[in-house]
């Protein structure tokens, strides 16, 4: 396909994203690919069967229900929130853009405190909403005194809080939730996508009175990543206003069994969160022992870590041995920081060899 430059266009996008680049995580051909924070467990196979059982038996030539009554009333069950504090989309990124759509937008703005999940600020911008960032401690923490002088200042209408934070695995503690709950009448986000590996959950903090809402995925811990379903609990009347603005019949058929079925097994889902956290503090104590290499405390399924030297060159190198991590070593805050996911023990070690090798080959 030929390229068409820009004189040639018939029209343009909108001005404020010419500039804009789309949301990437380049892949590559290796043969342990841990860069992208799925689960390294494919679905067990009974769900699969019981999917594929209730999908055959679903009128597809009909429209799925718009409400996704079934889907909530299981994960209400699940979670323990009333069905009327659920918003299911595809995908948590799904439920992101719904909730700026619907909060956010040209003349309101939205708060984040880097460094943080990419995507916070990229759908901020294309729904037209100005962002305001405030800068995490050097241990990837919120500042509650800081955050709070911050929206006070810029009066946010929306205030993203990712925790476990990404890239970073930060767990931000209730205390921070709850200050910045005090400090404003915006709606604050918690993005719990890794929340399942973590100590604690804002889950707990969700009031019909109050303005939070927390988003959740099932690609990590339900092996459902390419499947598309994400959440969010939030007071009733969030609820009802997202629900005016996501197109209608957006969810398919096949995902809401598919997310209704997964609930069934919870406690095959459980257990694999227990052995990632295992490896996760496996390979935790063995980067701590590893000359010139800083890794920093995590809550979800990846570990971040940081390289005296170059960043970029040691993911070269891993990238040379076969193994596929996150390069964050140019972006802005993360200098030289390279971003592993928890995968299978035999991942986990191929990555380490890698690492011990790669390391000495930099050094060199």
Not at 35 to 43: C, F, G, H, I, R
Not at 169 to 194: C, H, K, M, Q
Not at 273 to 278: E, G, S
Request: hydrophobic share 45%; net charge negative; proline share 6%.
């Amino acid at each position: 396909m030929s390229e068409i430059v820009a004189a040639d266009r018939p029209i343009e996008p909108r001005d404020d994203l010419r500039a804009l680049e789309g949301y990437h995580s380049p892949q590559l051909d290796v043969a342990v690919r841990l860069n992208t924070n799925e689960s390294p467990y494919a679905p067990p196979a009974e769900f699969v069967d019981r999917w594929l059982a209730e999908l055959r038996a679903a009128p597809l030539h009909r429209y799925p229900d718009r409400e996704a009554r079934e889907l909530r009333t299981a994960l209400g069950d699940h979670l323990g929130q009333p069905t009327d504090h659920l918003f299911c989309a595809n995908g948590s990124n799904e439920v992101l853009q719904t909730l700026l759509l619907t909060y956010g937008g040209p003349g309101r703005r939205a708060a984040i405190f880097e460094p943080t999940y990419a995507l916070h600020a990229h759908i901020a911008r294309i729904t037209g909403t100005e962002l305001v960032v405030g800068e995490r401690r050097a241990d990837f923490s919120i500042d509650p005194a800081a955050a709070c002088a911050l929206i006070d200042d810029t009066a946010p209408s929306i205030v993203f809080v990712c925790s476990p934070n990404n890239p970073t695995g930060t767990v931000e503690p209730a205390a921070t939730v709850e200050a910045l709950l005090e400090a404003t009448a915006a709606l604050v986000v918690v993005d719990e996508a890794y929340g399942e590996f973590a100590a604690w959950s804002a889950l707990d903090l969700v009031r019909e009175d109050r303005p939070l809402a927390v988003v959740r995925t099932y690609s990590k811990v339900w092996s459902m990543a390419s499947l598309r379903l994400g959440f969010a609990v939030a007071p009733a009347w969030v609820v009802e206003e997202l629900e005016k603005v996501v197109l209608p019949y957006h969810l398919a058929v096949a995902t809401q069994i598919a997310g209704r079925v997964a609930l069934e097994l919870g406690p095959e889902m459980k257990s694999r969160v227990d052995r990632l956290v295992a490896e996760r503090d496996r390979i935790t104590r063995a980067l701590a022992t590893v000359e010139r290499v800083i890794c920093f405390p995590s809550g979800a399924n990846f570990v971040l870590l940081r390289v005296a030297g170059d960043g970029h060159a040691l993911w070269e190198e891993l990238v040379a041995r076969g193994v596929l991590v996150r390069d964050f070593s140019r972006w802005p805050r993360l200098d030289d920081c390279l971003r592993v996911t928890v995968g299978t023990p035999e991942e986990n070690d191929a990555f380490l060899a890698a690492l011990n090798e790669s390391l000495r080959e930099v050094a060199a």
